[in-house]
């Protein structure tokens, strides 16, 4: 175990909490590590929505060109930002053990919920549920990382923004006020950790191979299956949760128009032994009952905006 592993990582807190975490447990193992910060270009970009950049994996990508630069050996991420066909050359390498998986509404008091408010968030899933559960409310772009999103939040008169509750917890900055939205589906793999290897590099796979958590790996697995027969490229509000019970799987999965107006949504229970493309065939299904049609007003509309 000579070989130092060096962790690329984003140099948010929480992204580097995220790397710190990795680097313990791989520590733990008796591996040598050092920590390796970028900045993306998501990071350096907070004035344009992120639908708006055009850019696939946006905050993955200068990572994926460190490692295959070899500047990087191993990079950690939050799976949620991972785009679904990895580059050339780099696999991934293990999940993570998942943590909550939900969104929350951090508020300023919740009289608004019934009237007129103004919700933040830069994500089109989140802003399309929320429009499509208060459709009188008006939804404003936010950007920037944790700690940059709650500042604003206080700096403005909105009545509240959307976060996950995961990255909000994992660096101890969970507000007072706050309510978890249990009727809003999260991004697939919101909550998981994942850590992207090089398809060559036998030493770090093996290492990174000791931190893969098996039910994760499914039920993240099943989601971005969902998300990629669904998206095939195109940025689109999808939400999709996979959650083991007992020896089942439940899974939830939608699909909503920008404007919230249009929703299209399937859930299934099936067999863990089942698992199987579970997250494929339910895309199928939603593309075959108008999927595919507002994926394409989806598309066209993000195309001249």
């Known amino acids: 175990m000579s070989?130092?592993?060096?962790?690329?990582?984003?140099?948010?807190?929480?992204?580097?909490?995220?790397?710190?975490?990795?680097?313990?447990?791989?520590?733990n193992l008796g591996y040598k590590t050092v920590l390796v910060p970028v900045k993306s270009t998501g990071d350096l970009i907070l004035d344009q929505p992120l639908y708006e950049l055009g850019i696939t994996g946006i905050f993955t990508k200068t990572l994926d060109v460190a490692m295959v630069n070899g500047d990087v050996d191993i990079a950690v991420h939050s799976m949620k930002d991972v785009p679904t066909a990895l580059p050339k050359g780099i696999m991934q390498g293990a999940v993570l053990k998942r943590a909550a998986t939900k969104d929350i509404l951090v508020h300023k008091g919740l009289d608004f919920l019934e009237a007129e408010g103004t919700i933040a968030t830069g994500s089109l899933r989140r802003k399309a549920q929320w429009l499509n559960k208060y459709p009188n409310h008006k939804v404003v772009d936010l950007r920037g990382n944790v700690n940059t999103r709650l500042q604003k939040l206080e700096d403005n008169s909105w009545n509240g923004a959307i976060f996950a509750k995961a990255g909000l917890t994992r660096i101890n900055?969970?507000?007072?006020?706050?309510?978890?939205?249990?009727?809003?589906?999260?991004?697939?793999?919101?909550?998981?950790?994942?850590?992207?290897?090089?398809?060559?590099?036998?030493?770090?796979?093996?290492?990174?191979?000791?931190?893969n958590d098996h039910f994760s790996e499914i039920c993240t697995t099943i989601e971005r299956e969902f998300l990629k027969t669904l998206e095939g490229g195109c940025t689109a509000p999808i939400g999709a949760l996979a959650v083991i019970e007992d020896k089942d799987i439940w899974f939830r999965?939608?699909?909503?128009?920008?404007?919230g107006k249009q929703k299209l949504e399937i859930e299934?229970?099936?067999s863990?032994?089942?698992?199987?493309?579970?997250g494929r065939n339910c895309a199928i299904e939603i593309l075959d009952q108008g999927g595919k049609d507002l994926m394409a007003d989806i598309k066209a509309s993000l195309d001249k905006s």
Do not use: Y
């Open 3 to 27: 070989k130092v592993i060096r962790i690329g990582t984003r140099d948010s807190e929480l992204a580097l909490w995220q790397a710190n975490t990795v680097k313990a447990q791989l520590e």
């Open 173 to 211: 900055v969970l507000p007072e006020h706050f309510i978890e939205l249990d009727w809003m589906l999260p991004a697939p793999a919101q909550g998981a950790m994942v850590i992207a290897v090089m398809e060559q590099d036998v030493f770090c796979k093996e290492a990174v191979s000791k931190l």
């Open 253 to 259: 999965g939608c699909l909503f128009s920008l404007d």
């Open 268 to 270: 299934k229970r099936v």
């Open 272 to 278: 863990l032994k089942e698992n199987r493309n579970l």
